[in-house]
T-cell receptor
């Protein structure tokens, strides 16, 4: 199972919006509405930000939103804040035997 | 409060073995599917293995199949990963992660334990 494709880096200024894409195939992203996004600060464990494409866990600001079109999912962060600077990973259910596939990660820099 | 605490990491020679543990608290451990996910130094996340809530079903990534064994002891709220025939490419931080009620995402992660494979 190949990793999902994410841009290596994105950047934006405080208050702006950025979108991180996550491209897979019809066997993962395109085949299920089970894409999740994780934020990871250096040296820390990942934190769930969005699940099932567009749902937010309690406690996650509504500045974080998810969507999907075909084989590509997206995470949009609006009203960028300094604390949003982190690595972001997408993850998709891939059908068989509880398999999950992750993206390579995107480093978000808040300028 | 949900807590997942991994232990058992360390330095091991290529071909060696190591057993990781993940102690769970703050929730009914026996009701949740659990996974192991790893992250090589400076790299992204990689699914390693999964186990059903009662331990009756186990799954593995192709990269570790036949070398790693996942198990759990629901009486002790603990998840395990037995790693044999370790290779340099297995060097990573290993996280245990709880699969959320929807079954499609990880809602809680441990802090991770580092495995170094080197002679």
């Amino acid at each position: 199972q190949s990793a999902l494709s994410q841009p290596r880096s994105v950047s934006g200024s405080p208050g702006q919006s950025v979108t991180i894409s996550c491209t897979g195939t019809s066997s993962d992203v395109g085949g299920y509405n089970y894409v999740s996004w994780y934020q990871q600060h250096p040296g820390k464990a990942p934190k769930l930000m969005v699940y099932d494409v567009s749902k937010r866990p309690s406690g996650v600001p509504d500045r974080f939103s998810g969507s999907k079109s075909g084989n590509t999912a997206s995470l949009t962060i609006s009203g960028l804040q300094a604390e949003d600077e982190a690595d972001y990973y997408c993850c998709s259910y891939a059908g068989s035997y509880s398999l999950r596939v992750f993206g390579g990660g995107t480093k978000l820099t808040v300028l | 409060e949900v807590q997942l605490v991994e232990s058992g990491g360390g330095l091991v020679q290529p071909g060696g073995s190591l057993r990781l543990s993940c102690a769970a608290s703050g929730f009914t451990f026996s009701s949740f599917v659990m996974h192991w996910v790893r992250q090589a130094p400076g790299k992204g996340l990689e699914y390693v293995s999964a186990i059903s809530s009662n331990g009756g079903s186990t799954y593995y990534a192709n990269s570790v199949k036949g070398r790693f064994t996942i198990s759990r002891d629901n009486s002790k709220n603990t998840l395990f990963l037995q790693m044999d025939s370790l290779r340099a490419e297995d060097m990573a931080v290993y996280y245990c992660a709880r699969v959320g009620n929807g079954g499609t995402y990880y809602d809680y992660w441990g802090q991770g334990t580092l495995i170094t494979v080197s002679s």
